[in-house]
């Protein structure tokens, strides 16, 4: 460990790079043995692991005395003669070892993609805020609600979920034509979606140098951050998911990472610091100092037209989903891009095709010291420094290494030679077909529950425009984005009431919001069909059936006018449609005096005119307004229920509407 | 500690000779500034405690039994003025069927509003007046359930031209009010006329002490009351439970949290909220009215176009004229009897001054 394998002789691979960690090919000799060593001093270079140094590019100190000229020289001596000029401008800071300057294209490059990450980050966060409808001060009265932005375009980009429901619904759905420009960008330049784009991998760069302690600076870093056996479960994940896809189940949602992004900052996030934000600016509200309030008033408007829902939006058990992402963030503390390199079945798909791509990395062996700059910031965990091969499938392209090398060792161009380069993911076929197996196997283990074809839970009300629930279960990928959009707060991520194979996909809870009557962006914003693009037209039935997704029930026991004796029928007053679903029987009826009569005799009865609400099955869309609006509070008297629904021929309730060829 | 490691080091503890470090008592500083700052934290807490202790029990906080009313009539009224007026498009001549009537609603609105002495009466110069129409459906404008945003528009001109700072138009939505206050068409027209309009956000509500009969203490949508001057621009529509709804039920919009129980006693909440909210001016919308199915209605052959604007200073009278419109009888209404017996105006609206033009 402490001296440094003779650069003179034939270079094998450093033990401890390859012994300890299996899945590094041995490289081949002819790569490494061709160039002539123009250095052939055997310098002991004492390798930097055991002082902890900080991660930031400033370099652990001992791995400067490599290069003869500046061995016995302090590290911020002017550099030896044989190297190449300083470069002016970007690189100013002076690099140890030879002191080599990165090239000014990969500094370019470098900046270029942190510049790449806050935009794309930024843009995500843009089209989450703006996925919700505030209104407009310029839109006609008549004009058809939509959302002036394509909010959903990250998913639409997104070849893994293209792919996903590709098999399993045979066919590519509108903008998720888009994905297939991603991918022609990872077959040009690999990766880069990962390093420069994704939302999720840049909090998670974020994080993965926000958090280590001791244990991640340093020596243990470089070793998190070499090529790792356990980096291959994204491979696996990835087929499994592909496979039951296949099957007819688009589970693999719950791991695409701009689903999670939009899921858990969207469902979570959001809300959570709104609430916060309600809080302390409420608080400031009631503050006696005038400027005080003004300025919380105004910081509120400003939140509430540019940033927030109209009001508080809860979801169903939501603190699952806020967990989840807290954890995957708080692992960047032990593997730093746990998520990325490790989970990410997106990375993975890019990963699988980034053995077509024409920019790479070569590697000059001879010329490493083995310093490990490379290793301290490698996003990818890619395997960059000199003596093993890189490994392509698993480079973010981040341009990190290229940077910190001050041997000039690594470089990235078009069409490099691949010798010292592996290309295809390194997965091992049994592995991979048992993975493929456990794919095949969910579905069916899945729907033996008993929440599909029996059984059914009748609170799975789905959105409107939502198609089969079968086909419902191979396009939805729990993006949430029709969870964000809708105006009431009226969907929510199930938790099981759709069964396993549901965790997550839409359901809507009238009591805490009702489905909007002339609203349609849930489907907008769908980018797999799962819930279709239906116009206003379609929904509301005009000149045609409506859409219906569910049908209203009384509780005759609980309802006002039914066992109280008193007026109400706010849900007649809020039933949308026309005519109404909910019609009502004009009653006297007989109500006893609370107080007895005078003298012990038994207290009076007086007649009260009363309406009582009944629903007309054939006109009732399911919409929940009623629901949403009954004053019984803990568990209303009128309740939706998903039977009668218009996308099943199975689910209903009326005699016409019964379809007998279709299996129930 | 163990042994091994050698004496720690001291503490400023005086290491008296003979004895190991371990064991030797604290000097007297050190044992005073300890006792001192226990006795200190326990004080602390024991007042602090003590301050905010709570005795338990289930003592209902009584709130303070002052009224609160928002009442923004115009006090002096000339008697050569209108108290309610009718403004109504003449009557097309026989066998004319174009669909276009003989006056625009600005017009009707003008006439009406002229009639009670003009909207200088009203406003004056530097007020900051709120218009409060009835944006609670989402429904286009030929659905007639909200006001028409052409009457709103024409009453926002008409405050302009009287010389206000600034015109605010809020209501408090039934359904989402984004779509609400967008389809109404109101949002459009009143920006177009340089008119603030303000969403009932939910940070906009403070609880206001009503004292009514069955409404007590309820959250107030402060837009609609942080004014100078306020006027009412309701719409004339069918309400399935109310039976008529106009000047007086459209304080609901003033409330927030959960109106779905102020119907078991409809009638009674519309009074209170009428004896809380006295506005300047009602102006009420009745070019078309939804004479069916309200009020949400829905269907376009529910509504009817009458091309008619009532202005009034007495929201009573303005409901019991209003009601026939839609073949309901002022009897027929008990909460327009309330308000008359709690002294909010007259439905005996003929022994006002009344002008038709």
């Not at chain 1, 123009?38 to 002082?51: G, L």
Request: aromatic residues 8%.
């Amino acid at each position: 460990m402490d001296a440094h394998p003779s650069r003179s002789e034939s270079v094998e691979p450093i033990p401890w790079k390859t012994g300890r960690v299996g899945v590094v090919p041995a490289l081949d000799m002819e790569t490494t043995s061709t160039p002539p060593v123009p250095v052939p001093v055997p310098v002991p270079v004492p390798v930097p692991a055991p002082a902890p140094a900080p991660a930031s590019a400033s370099a652990p100190a001992p791995a400067s005395a490599s290069a003869p000229a500046s061995a016995t020289a302090p590290a911020h001596a002017p550099p030896p003669a044989h190297a190449p000029p300083p470069a002016p401008a970007l690189a100013k800071k002076k690099l140890p070892g030879s002191g080599i300057p990165p090239r000014r294209i990969a500094v370019v490059l470098k900046w270029a993609r942190r510049a790449s990450q806050v935009f794309f980050f930024a843009l995500f966060m843009y089209f989450l805020f703006q996925t919700g409808f505030r209104g407009s001060f310029a839109a006609r009265a008549d004009a058809p609600v939509r959302l002036p932005l394509p909010v959903e375009g990250f998913l639409l980009a997104d070849p893994f979920v293209a792919a996903m429901t590709l098999l399993s619904t045979h066919s590519v759905y509108r903008g998720l034509l888009w994905s297939i420009g991603l991918l022609a960008l990872t077959m040009l330049v690999g990766r880069v979606f990962c390093g420069w784009i994704c939302p999720f991998g840049t909090l998670h760069h974020f994080f993965a140098w926000l958090l280590p302690s001791r244990r991640g600076r340093g020596g243990p870093r470089v070793e998190a951050n070499k090529t790792h056996a356990y980096q291959r479960a994204k491979y696996y994940l990835l087929y499994a998911f592909l496979i039951a896809g296949l099957g007819g189940s688009a589970i693999g949602g719950l791991f695409d990472p701009i689903c999670i992004a939009v899921r858990s900052i969207g469902l979570g996030v959001i809300p959570g610091v709104q609430y916060l934000s309600h809080r302390t600016l409420g608080a400031a509200q009631v503050v006696q100092v005038r400027a005080v309030q003004g300025a919380a008033d105004h910081a509120q408007d400003w939140l509430a037209q540019t940033v927030w829902q109209s009001k508080q939006f809860y979801f169903h058990q939501t603190w699952f989903i806020v967990f989840l992402l807290v954890a995957v963030l708080f692992a960047n503390r032990f593997i730093p891009r746990f998520w990325c390199r490790v989970l990410c079945p997106l990375g993975a798909f890019l990963g699988v095709f980034a053995r077509f791509a024409l920019f790479g990395m070569t590697k000059d062996h001879a010329k490493c010291t083995d310093c490990n700059l490379c290793l301290v910031h490698c996003q990818g965990a890619d395997s960059p420094q000199g003596g093993v091969k890189w490994r392509q499938d698993e480079c973010h392209m981040c341009m990190n290494c290229e940077n910190a090398c001050p041997e000039d060792v690594i470089k990235f161009t078009f069409l490099p030679n691949r010798r010292s380069t592996v290309t295809v993911p390194d997965t091992q076929r049994r592995t991979a077909l048992a993975a493929v197996g456990a794919g095949a196997m969910f579905l069916p283990a899945a729907r033996v529950a008993d929440t599909l074809d029996v059984n059914y839970h009748s609170k799975v009300i789905r959105p409107p425009g939502a198609v089969e629930e079968r086909a419902f279960l191979e396009r939805c990928i729990r993006c949430a984005e029709c969870m964000k959009v809708c105006p009431n707060n009226a969907l929510h991520p199930a938790f099981f009431e759709a069964g396993v194979e549901g965790l997550w996909t839409p359901i809507l809870i009238a009591r805490v919001g009702y489905c909007e009557y002339s609203c349609v962006l849930c489907g907008q914003v769908c980018p797999t069909g799962a819930i279709q693009k239906i116009t206003e037209k379609e929904k509301m039935g005009l000149g045609q059936p409506p859409i219906k997704i569910g049908t209203a029930f009384y509780d005759h026991g609980r309802c006002l006018p039914w066992s109280m004796q008193t007026p109400c029928i706010v849900c007649e007053e809020f039933c949308p449609t026309s005519p109404k679903a909910i019609w009502v029987e004009e009653v006297d009826a007989p109500v006893r005096d609370s107080k007895p009569g005078p003298n012990g005799a038994p207290p009076a009865y007086k007649s009260v005119h009363l309406q009582r609400p009944h629903v007309d099955p054939s006109l009732c869309i399911g919409c929940g307004a009623c629901e949403k609006v009954c004053p019984v509070q803990d568990q209303p008297a009128v309740y939706v229920t998903n039977v009668g629904e218009t996308r099943s021929k199975t689910n209903v309730i009326l005699l016409e509407n019964t379809n007998y060829n279709q299996k129930s | 500690m163990s042994p091994e490691k050698g004496p720690p080091p001291s503490s400023g503890v005086a290491d008296k000779p003979g004895r190991e470090p371990e064991v030797a008592p604290p000097s007297r500083r050190d044992a005073l500034l300890r006792l001192g700052s226990m006795a200190g934290v326990l004080g602390a807490s024991a007042a602090g405690a003590r301050l905010v202790w709570d005795k338990g029990g289930f003592d209902v906080v009584q709130s303070a039994a002052v009224r609160q009313v928002r009442d923004y009539r115009i006090k002096e009224r000339d008697a050569e003025h209108a108290q309610l007026a009718i403004a109504r498009a003449a009557s097309k001549e026989e066998g004319d069927d174009s669909p276009r009537p003989l006056a625009t609603p600005e017009q009707l609105v003008r006439r009406a509003v002229d009639a009670l002495g003009g909207m200088a009466k009203f406003v004056s110069r530097g007020d900051v007046v709120v218009i409060k129409p009835n944006i609670g459906w989402d429904r286009m404008p030929i659905h007639a359930a909200n006001t028409n945003p052409e009457v709103v528009a024409a009453v926002i001109k008409l405050a302009h031209e009287a010389g206000a700072k600034r015109v605010v138009v809020a209501d408090g939505s039934c359904n989402d009010p984004n779509r609400c206050f967008q389809r109404s068409g109101i949002w459009r027209a009143s920006y177009q006329l340089g008119a603030e309009v303000i969403l009932p956000q939910e940070h906009r509500f403070r609880t206001m002490r009503l004292k009514g009969d069955v409404l007590d203490e309820w959250p107030i949508f402060t837009t609609l009351v942080d004014a100078d001057k306020v006027i009412n621009v309701p719409v004339a529509k069918h309400h399935n439970l109310a039976k008529y709804t106009a000047a007086m039920k459209n304080w609901y919009g003033v409330l927030g949290g959960r109106r779905n129980r102020l119907h078991q006693n409809i009638d009674t909440s519309i009074a209170d909220l009428a004896t809380f909210m006295r506005p300047t001016l009602v102006v009420v919308d009745a070019w078309r009215v939804l004479v069916r199915n309200g009020p949400q209605g829905g269907n376009i052959d529910d509504a009817k176009d009458m091309h008619t604007v009532i202005a009034s200073v007495d929201q009573v009278a303005a409901d019991a004229y209003g009601c026939s419109l839609i073949g309901q009888r002022r009897e027929n209404l008990p909460y327009l009897e309330m308000g008359e017996k709690r002294g909010l105006g007259t439905m005996r609206w003929e022994n006002l001054r009344v002008k038709e033009v």
